[in-house]
């Protein structure tokens, strides 16, 4: 990662540009500098943004420049029969321009060097001082949440709301493991508690993280570095497993452990992005004879979802105050993402952009 100054962009019809305040740092975009996700270099990152509408493209309602805004990463088209079906998460246009080719929806990038040569976009590309974002990923941001702090909605938050809105039956009064707690798994804790979770067993190798997800919420806490994590979770509940396993890291052997802490009849809910094509070894007989569910959650659904995260953490049921421990400014975004990888951020760090 290096830091340049490239023409600012223009939004395009059904877009707005938007000056960013903040950028969340995210191992999805760690992912993608070492390699471990395809995208096609060279691009800008940064999947999670809040700021001010600078500048409004065609066919734009609902939106004014000046407005307060926190962009999610999945910017669905609105169009395609996932988008139709109130699926927003699967928005097929986004993946197949976006994730695969770093373009927004009509085929294009809106970055470029000042010589002309094309930069890829990831979501918005948000590790920059201006973001052109198709309007469908965007919400508003009441004035009383914090400008900054609330990039995280868009990602941290919003996976983590997607992720807990999977289990059949909700989480109210069933015990719920969080296997391991950055910046997703410490919100799937936040809102695993304002669900009315009975118990939540919260998994790491860290202790500082594990010290903060406890005042986030969690009832027990398991470091898998030095404890038998298996066997502290049966001790957490009463000998019987988690009701609901979350898998926040992408690891095969942290999904097999994931499958290993469920109860009879338990759910295990796959949240964390793994690198390249990572399998992971599932028990056929055990999983059929306890009728265990395994479930991928990739993200929310923006249009529908956004908005109530943002509500939610307006109404205090997530703290972006308590969830952001570290902040960066732009030119030191490099060194967040090396202390990203080296698991030196516990929670969820921002990069924190000044126009110049």
């Known amino acids: 990662m290096r830091v340049e100054d490239i023409p600012r962009p223009r939004p395009g019809r059904g877009e707005a540009l938007v000056q960013v305040a903040a950028v969340g740092v995210c191992h999805t975009d760690l992912h993608v500098i070492k390699g471990e996700v395809a995208f096609p270099a060279p691009g800008v990152l940064g999947h ?3 700021g001010h509408v600078e500048e409004i493209g065609e066919g734009v309602d609902g939106l004014a420049v000046g407005d307060r805004v ?7 088209c609105g169009q395609c029969p996932s988008c139709l079906g109130g699926r927003d998460n699967l928005c097929t246009p986004f993946f197949e321009q976006n994730r695969l080719r770093g373009n927004l929806f009509d ?30 990923g965007l919400a508003l941001l009441p004035p009383g949440l914090p400008l900054e702090e609330s990039a995280i909605l868009g990602c941290a938050a919003f996976t983590a709301y997607g992720a807990v809105s999977r289990p059949q039956g909700g ?15 410490s919100s799937i804790v936040q809102f695993a508690r304002h669900l009315g979770a009975s118990t939540i067993i919260a998994v790491d190798v860290d202790d500082e993280k594990l010290a903060a ?7 027990v806490t398991v ?11 049966l001790e957490a509940t009463g000998g019987a497993g988690a009701q609901v396993v979350f898998e926040v890291i992408g690891r095969p052997e942290t999904v097999e452990l994931g499958v290993s802490l469920l109860s009879e009849g338990g759910q295990l809910v796959v949240v964390g992005i793994a690198a390249g094509a990572a399998t992971a070894a599932i028990p056929i007989t055990s999983m059929v004879r306890r009728a265990l ?10 249009r529908r979802d956004l908005p109530e995260v943002i509500r939610l953490a307006d109404e205090g049921a997530f703290d972006v105050r308590r969830a952001v421990t570290r902040r960066f400014s732009l030119d030191e975004a490099p060194m967040a993402y090396e202390l990203l990888d080296a698991g030196q951020i516990k929670g969820r760090a921002i990069v924190v952009v000044d126009a110049r």
Request: net charge neutral; aromatic share 4%.
């Open 171 to 185: 989480l109210a009064g069933r015990t719920v493991a969080v296997v391991a707690v950055g910046g997703v798994g």
């Open 48 to 50: 999670e943004i809040s």
């Open 293 to 302: 569910t395994i479930t991928g959650s990739y993200g929310a659904r923006t």
């Open 223 to 233: 470091n898998g570095r030095t404890e038998d994590v298996r066997e502290a979770v």
């Open 107 to 136: 085929g294009t990038s809106r970055l470029a060097r000042a010589d002309g040569s094309r930069l890829s976009m990831y979501s918005m590309a948000g590790l920059a001082e201006y973001a052109v974002v198709p309007v469908t």
């Open 70 to 76: 926190v962009g999610a990463f999945i910017m669905p």
């Open 213 to 219: 997800v406890r005042e986030l919420g969690a009832d």
